[in-house]
T-cell receptor, first 116, second 113 residues
Framework: NAGVMQNPRHLVRRRGQEARLRCSPMKGHSHVYWYRQLPEEGLKFMVYLQKENIIDESGMPKERFSAEFPKEGPSILRIQQVVRGDSAAYFC??????????????FGDGTRLSIL | KQEVTQIPAALSVPEGENLVLNCSFTDSAIYNLQWFRQDPGKGLTSLLLIQSSQREQTSGRLNASLDKSSGRSTLYIAASQPGDSATYLCAVISMEYGNKLVFGAGTILRVKS
């Protein structure tokens, strides 16, 4: 499968636990983006990463949330001490490293996070 | 601040009709505009991307136009089918805000057989 791969597809956590969401970009893509879709709301940008670098994290909550895209392996979105309001669908997208104006972002199927 | 609005919020049409979905954005300084389709419980499928220098793009029964100066785009779907039922999302990449997509709230389309 050459598409953006996200896992797990569904994740259930209790309040106070940690959630780790993984994203493997399309082959050849070096740019990764995370978006969140809250219930009954549109998609909102969270963070933009290139390999080993956070380029823009302006959409990410200042506390409890972190993201990384290591040299080897998938990108990880980490949420510590989860609360009910973190329940949402989290989408990852990727794009090539050049020609950004004419390159679409390709999305994965998302991770549905439910907090009990 | 870039804001994207989609009208209508929901649309129900009989099979075979041609239809138009509208998208408007407040800041015309964009790199590109993308139309996506989202099925319930699924991710986003990219339908069309229009660069800021282009006026339209076509793919099969879909045609998207862009009027950057007025901050508007339309997605035209010809001869609609029940399989077209989904949420359609419009998103822009602004020059001021970098590579992040700014999304509209979407139009929920239902095509009745």
């Amino acid at each position: 499968n050459a598409g953006v791969m996200q896992n797990p597809r569904h994740l259930v956590r209790r309040r106070g636990q940690e959630a780790r969401l993984r994203c493997s970009p399309m082959k050849g893509h070096s740019h990764v983006y995370w978006y969140r879709q809250l219930p009954e709301e549109g998609l909102k940008f969270m963070v933009y990463l290139q390999k080993e670098n956070i380029i823009d994290e302006s959409g990410m909550p200042k506390e409890r949330f972190s993201a990384e895209f290591p040299k080897e392996g998938p990108s990880i979105l980490r949420i510590q001490q989860v609360v009910r309001g973190d329940s949402a669908a989290y989408f990852c997208a990727s794009s090539p490293g050049t020609g950004l104006s004419n390159q679409p972002q390709h999305f994965g199927d998302g991770t549905r996070l439910s907090i009990l | 601040k870039q804001e994207v609005t989609q009208i209508p919020a929901a649309l129900s049409v009989p099979e075979g009709e041609n239809l138009v979905l509208n998208c408007s954005f407040t800041d015309s300084a964009i790199y590109n505009l993308q139309w996506f389709r989202q099925d319930p419980g699924k991710g986003l499928t990219s339908l069309l991307l229009i660069q800021s220098s282009q006026r339209e793009q076509t793919s099969g029964r879909l045609n998207a136009s862009l009027d950057k100066s007025s901050g508007r785009s339309t997605l035209y779907i010809a001869a609609s089918q029940p399989g077209d039922s989904a949420t359609y999302l419009c998103a822009v990449i602004s020059m001021e805000y970098g590579n992040k997509l700014v999304f509209g709230a979407g139009t929920i389309l239902r095509v009745k057989s």
